[in-house]
């Protein structure tokens, strides 16, 4: 029997089940039919997890946040009458093609009905304006979800919609060809035109008319196809749509077309409903001096163009709560009266449950510990701080373990029957083109030495082919990756040449004429296995189809530009097993923070909807959140030497994951720990509870904290976050104290471990450090030798949020666990939040250095500290002062040699 042939049957089947069904029972069920038949064993797991993709993968319907003194009817939808929904019918359909499962394609139909309601009913009489912001994930669905609502607002009357698709050339083409085949049905290049997707089948709907195809960007020529009437397609109930750049002189040049050809006296368009969708609503962090890509510009056109329509919506979509909707503005009273400001409505999605993201890849340990390698060997070869014109003598050892990876997991796909499935390795080491060009001559010299040991080999017997040092280095490779996986070493030497022959390597940056063409190979019927090396362009938006291998190493902390790079996150069914990320190892701390940020602030969204809040009082509390700093400092400070910002710490947790090595600070430190210790036994023995994971007191007064925290000494390194956390601690704490007037505190060990000292009952963690010269990290700023804690730069192992909390707190957090989806295991917000009152973490640490197995002790009872407090929606503020010094030399690739981005 054909594996689609049984694979239909599973379906059936399983569908027909009337029982809960999950995972097991879909397991059960396709082995049991598989029995008579000698599938392989990955075909049979392929199957089941494709069945459990489409029958019990499921996506919640997110949250909303909205202006509730709007006078704004958001029934409007589900009260209009004789609407057909056939663009939005079709759109359903081609998604059922694609393989969307059945419970997911329904809550997008809920979702998007949902967004649309926020929306204005086109029909709607008069002059109006409706502005919205819509939180996502990287690669998780969003083009999907914006062209669900693009189908149905044409359904509901919009009859102009425009799609503003970043900056770059390579992502508008591949937001066209998305665009056509969900929503046009037509696709060409201005002189060949095919049906495509939605297209290929019959309707009686009206073709809506693309003034902008997959070979150019809106020029007049585009728009000469067509005619510049705008009415005549609102009479005809055909919407026009295009697909933009995001630039200068785009969008100049389409609101000059619009208004000399369409606006009344009064110099507006007043019959046509407008929607705009801006894809890239978070990309104007740019630090760029380009004239057609400042952000202030593109932003000011954009806005005269919703001016230009009496009737109009704009939808951002963005990938991080941190939007620089909320944090470019100059002050609160600017962000607020911006046009783009979504004072009307902020939707924020949630993922489908199979989406391979952020939360999985950096906060679930046993998935981390699978997916990261860490990047320590590359400094050598390609530094951080490097120029545009300075020498690569080779690929670091680290990159070629990784392409070597790359085509073990090519084979091993090949011999899952994924050889006419697209599979990509993506390179990002450098924002310089020169660079790149650099890097791409070795990867194409090494892939070239590897094919030509496979060619030589793999027909051999095993033992005969591991005499190549190449094939036998493979081996190595192939036993530290995959060897859990169900394919032998024998089946996989015989695939290295079918996988390694067919590579190319792609140059993708703007000054390159190569195109990652997926489109090509899938007309012809083949897939493309593909390296791809590039810096920005492959940095936003950009959908690198069966992308298995991802090796990065950047020097930035920019939370945007950071979840951009990670162009990893997605949906890898039926080879998420063999997907790897190489980083260093501080990228992989700043990714798992602004996970767990991005996912807080999403939380928060729920809570200010209970509570009442506005997208006003979100704006406010993302402007003021302590890593809003990174990206409001880099576009404010440009020509400043300090600036104050306003910070808050609500919902926030922070630890000294930098540490000083000055032992006489760690002495002072140890005795304040141990002077706070017996003031605690001595005054407050009552509130003390020896709990599982260390001692507690609960409900202490905050002046107890306040004067340890005073004297406890934090290394100057953590001011690499833009703020001195002490001194803005200290203030913010005060600040709140009516609200929060009592404190945890809690000494924290380790379960079963006898204390390292007798005069604290605290047993020692041991820590990774961060690798620096003889393991000691000197501060560019500040000069002070310390240490960088390695686990992701946290102190705190999972779960130290619930130490003290009663067996009914701990059921109320698991409950919220569950909810959210999320493992009991995994650090969020929940044990805070139930919590209810601020937490004060003392820690004492071991550091080492581990190398091939050895474990060698660098530094013994390290004191460190941190801190949190629960998530209220409490927005006051205190004034910190970001220095321009850290601002240049700690968080982004050097600003000089502009002229060389790698942007459009």
């Known amino acids: 029997m054909r594996k689609e042939d049984f694979e239909v049957i599973a379906l059936l089947t399983c569908k ?63 009260d209009k009458e004789g609407l057909s929904w056939d663009y939005w019918g079709e759109y359903k359909e081609q998604l059922l093609l ?64 425009i799609v503003i698709a970043g900056i770059h050339n390579i992502l508008r083409k591949q937001t066209q060809i998305r665009i056509d085949e969900g929503f046009v049905g037509l696709t060409g290049d201005g002189e060949k035109i095919t049906r495509v997707g939605v297209g290929n089948r019959n309707h009686s709907r009206q073709d809506p008319v693309p003034l902008t195809n997959t070979a150019s960007d809106f020029n007049k020529k585009s728009a ?22 995001k630039n200068v002189s ?4 389409l609101n000059k077309w619009l208004r000399d050809l369409n ?11 407008m929607l705009l969708i801006d894809d890239e609503a978070d990309n104007a962090s740019i630090n760029t001096n380009k004239p057609d890509l400042d952000p202030t510009k593109t932003n000011a056109w954009i806005r005269q163009l919703l001016k230009l329509f009496k009737k109009s919506c704009y939808v951002g979509y963005t990938a991080t709560p941190f939007a620089n909707i909320f944090i470019n503005p100059n002050d609160e009273n600017e962000m607020v009266g911006d046009e783009l400001f979504p004072r009307d409505f902020i939707y924020c999605l949630d993922a489908p449950s199979n989406y391979f993201g952020a939360d999985k890849v950096f906060l679930d340990e046993d998935i981390s510990n699978t997916v990261l390698r860490t990047i320590s060997d590359a400094e050598d070869y390609i530094p951080l701080s490097h120029k545009r014109h300075d020498h690569i003598p080779d690929l670091p050892p680290s990159a070629k373990k990784a392409i070597q990876t790359f085509i073990l997991a090519r084979a091993i796909r090949n011999i899952r029957k994924h050889d006419n499935k697209h599979c990509t390795m993506m390179i990002n080491v450098s924002r310089f083109v020169d660079t790149q060009r650099q890097i791409r ?47 032998s070493w024998m089946q996989i030497q015989e695939a290295l040449y079918t996988a390694s022959d067919g590579m190319k390597t792609y140059l993708i940056n703007s ?191 905050f002046e107890l904290v306040i004067d340890f925290m005073e004297k406890f000494r934090f290394h100057k390194g953590l001011q690499a976050k833009g703020i001195n956390y002490k001194d803005a601690f200290l203030v913010y704490a005060r600040e709140v104290s009516d609200r929060h007037p009592l404190w945890d505190i809690s000494f924290v060990s380790l379960v079963g471990s006898q204390p390292a000292d007798d005069s604290l009952p605290m047993a020692v963690q041991q820590r990774q450090v961060g690798r620096g010269k003889d393991n000691v990290t000197i501060n560019i700023t500040t000069q002070e030798p310390g240490w960088y804690v390695g686990n992701k730069q946290k102190v705190a192992g999972t779960g130290v949020e619930r130490i003290g909390l009663n067996e009914e707190e701990v059921a109320v957090a698991e409950k919220i666990a569950k909810e959210n989806r999320r493992k009991p295991t995994d650090r969020d917000y929940r044990h805070r939040d139930v919590r209810g009152r601020p937490l004060l973490m003392l820690h004492l640490l071991e550091l080492v250095n581990k190398i091939d ?42 600003p000089d040699d502009e002229d060389d981005y790698d942007i459009d």
């Open 853 to 894: 197995g050895n474990v060698d002790v660098i530094a013994e009872k390290v004191p460190a500290v941190g801190f949190s407090f629960p998530a209220t929606g409490d927005t006051r503020t205190v004034a910190c002062v970001v220095n321009k010094v850290w601002l240049e030399n700690d968080m982004v690739d050097s």
């Open 98 to 161: 694609e393989g969307w499962g059945d419970k997911v394609l329904h809550t997008l139909g809920e979702v998007t009905d949902r967004i649309l309601g926020l929306l204005k009913d086109p029909q709607t009489l008069g002059e109006w304006d409706r502005r919205g912001l819509v939180v996502g994930h990287v690669q998780s669905g969003k083009t999907a979800n914006y062209i669900g609502l693009i189908s149905k607002a044409a359904d509901a009357g919009y009859r102009f919609i």
């Open 511 to 701: 000054k390159s004429d190569e195109a990652l063409d997926y489109g090509k190979y899938d007309e012809a019927g083949d897939a493309l296995t593909a390296l791809a090396i590039g810096g920005l362009s492959l940095s936003r938006g950009l959908t690198l189809e069966g992308l298995t291998i991802s090796y990065m190493y950047r020097n930035t902390k920019m939370y945007d530009t950071l979840f951009q790079m990670g162009r990893w996150f997605g949906f890898r069914a039926g080879y998420d097993d063999l997907c790897r990320v190489y980083l260093s190892e501080e990228s992989q701390g700043w990714y798992a923070h602004i996970a767990e940020a991005s996912e807080g602030l999403r939380q928060q969204i729920k809570q200010m909807r209970r509570d009442g809040f506005s997208p006003r009082d979100f704006g406010l509390y993302v402007r003021a959140h302590p890593d809003a700093l990174i990206v409001t400092a880099l576009n404010k400070m440009r020509n400043a030497e300090k600036r104050v910002f306003k910070i808050h710490f609500d919902g926030v947790q922070s630890e000294t994951y930098v540490l000083p090595a000055d032992d006489g600070i760690r002495t002072n430190n140890f005795s304040e720990m141990v002077f706070l210790y017996g003031k605690l036994n001595d005054e407050f023995g009552e509130k003390r509870l020896d709990a599982r994971g260390g001692v507690v007191w609960r409900e202490v007064p």
């Open 16 to 78: 027909n089940i009337e029982d809960d069904l999950d995972r097991a029972r879909i397991e059960q069920t396709v082995r049991t039919l598989a029995s008579p038949y000698k599938f392989e064993e990955h075909i049979i797991e392929e199957v089941i997890k494709r069945v459990e993709s489409r029958l019990v993968t499921t996506m919640d319907e997110g949250v909303s946040l909205v202006d509730a003194e709007s006078d704004h009817d958001e029934e409007w939808v589900s």
């Open 441 to 487: 001559g070795h990867v194409s010299h090494y892939l070239a030495e590897l094919q030509n040991a496979i060619f030589s080999n793999y027909k051999k017997p095993v033992s005969e082919a591991l005499r190549s040092s190449i094939v036998a280095g493979m081996k190595v490779v192939f036993d530290d990756e995959y060897s859990n996986c169900p394919e």
């Open 263 to 273: 606006a009344d006296q009064q110099g507006q368009i007043s019959k046509v409903p």
């Open 250 to 253: 785009t969008l100049k040049r």
């Open 224 to 245: 000469a196809a067509h005619s510049a009437d705008l009415e005549l397609y609102e009479a005809a109930g055909r919407p026009a749509i295009l697909v933009i750049k």
